[in-house]
């Protein structure tokens, strides 16, 4: 079975830095992109930043030139290094992979989206 944990999350004081982990684990034949989601309160959740399995990255235009994203395709795990954070960058984040088992692979099946548990990043003013 396929589990994606995240690490990371806390209370920061604007303009700090925060860095989440995500890592994946079971039976894992592949996986393509990583990626990190947030919602908060109230508002739909958005695609923060996603990185390929080559290492090609996308962010939203709200967090560029302050987050990083990153992997480590040894460890099956991605990382969001936070910079400079507002208090608009309070959310749950959410870490997802598009990846496929070898139960997956050997049926034909997949890639699947998977989703981790998630975790509270929130900044004070």
């Known amino acids: 079975q396929v589990q994606l944990v995240e690490s990371g999350g806390g209370l920061v004081q604007a303009g700090g830095s925060l860095r989440l982990s995500c890592a994946a684990s079971g039976d894992i034949f592949g996986i393509n992109a990583m990626g990190w989601y947030r919602q908060a309160p109230g508002k739909q959740r958005e695609l923060v930043a996603e990185?390929?399995?080559?290492?090609?990255?996308t962010y939203a235009d709200s967090v560029k030139g302050r987050f990083t994203i990153s992997r480590d395709n040894a460890k099956n795990t991605v990382y969001l290094q936070m910079n400079s954070l507002k208090p608009e960058d309070t959310a749950v984040y959410c870490c997802?992979?598009?990846?496929?088992?070898?139960?997956?692979?050997?049926?034909?099946?997949?890639?699947?989206?998977?989703w981790g548990q998630g975790t509270q990043v929130t900044v004070s003013s």
């Open positions: 990185i390929t399995a080559g290492g090609i990255t």
């Open positions: 997802n992979a598009d990846l496929a088992s070898y139960e997956d692979y050997e049926g034909g099946n997949g890639p699947y989206d998977y």
